[in-house]
């Protein structure tokens, strides 16, 4: 089976940094804060980030800052600073750089935030520097720091690395948190022969109360969040695609910053014609490709020797050549999720779903 559907798409020198810029869950009271779902969770964050062991340093606690003053009072509402008032205009800043960001995403991304730095505090506790830093428990991924890389295993091996429901929750949580972290490079590889299967068949299965139009409708709205967040991701952003992949897994590697390919990728599937990784290059979708028996030990020297570069001139390069084309990405994307939902209900997806299953059916 091929892939069916259309192919997509500072501040530094502060003395006590803690206290001087301060947490802002110390500084505020929460009285007033239109909340809703995860009003639970944001004060649990706010509680969280007392009983942090370690300093995050200035430009964390300035997103911290930011972040909760976006969700607790929306966006900058206060008088610049002067020039001179060196640590209100850089928390000015911060706060005005959110833009118009939503309160709940805000909120949101503050939990995110708290929740990298509680559990990479928590690792870092038990783990020597330099080792493999395990970050957050998941399902369906495994995802490590090391070297200043922040590596995003995609692990259903059984399953070729079928990204289910939970996993497509999985991958956006991981990339919010890898965004947040301190590495210098986020890596998406996957675990076992394949890099990834696409979309797990079987999520058309898993019909809710509403029927399949709310299934259709729910679809979408995690495909637009799971492509959004590819969009959206601030990092250099790596794909290394360690084996055959298809589907969504090949049409969003467009939206990453480079994609090395073992020349065993044998199967990009775009097109519903199969691709070598050497064609999928030609054609600009693939950065580069390495004869598979080496493929892992060039890559990742490769990766390394990145990971020593300036991290944030690394980060603002990607991020102005991003913020050129984000708008239009993501009307395209809100367009193909709409695209989606009606494909989903079509004869043609559902017959392909189906046929695929029922030849795999434990009878
Ligand atoms: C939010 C909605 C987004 C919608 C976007 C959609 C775009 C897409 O991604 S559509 C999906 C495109 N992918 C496919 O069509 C791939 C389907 N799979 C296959 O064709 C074959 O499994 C594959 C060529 C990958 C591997 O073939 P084999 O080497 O012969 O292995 P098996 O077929 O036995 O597979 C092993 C095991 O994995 C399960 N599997 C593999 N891929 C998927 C998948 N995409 N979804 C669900 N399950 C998958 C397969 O069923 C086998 O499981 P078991 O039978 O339990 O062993």
Redesign the pocket.
Known sequence: ?????APRWCLRALRSPLQVIGFPSLQLHMSGIAMRASQEDFENALNQVKLLKKDPGNEVKLKLYALYKQATEGPCNMPKPGVFDFINKAKWDAWDALGNLPKETARQNYVDLVSSLSSSSESSNQVQPGTDRKQQEYENLVVTSEDGITKITLNRP???N????QM?QEIILALKAASNDDSILTVVTGNGD?YC???????FMDIPPGGVEEKAKQ??V??RD?VGSFIDFPKPLIAVVNG?A????V?ILGLFDAVYASDRAT?M?IFGKKLTAGEACAQGLVTEVFPDSTFQKEVWTRLKAYSKLPKNAMKISKQVIRNMEKEKLHAVNAEESSV?QER?LSDECIN?AVN??SK?A?L
């Open positions: 089976m091929v892939a069916r559907l059984t399953k070729k079928a990204i289910n429901t497509y394949y299967s696409g979309n797990d068949l079987t999520n679809s979408a995690l495909l799971f055959p298809m589907g969504i897994s049409t199967e599937l989606l989903c392909a695929f299953l795999r434990k």
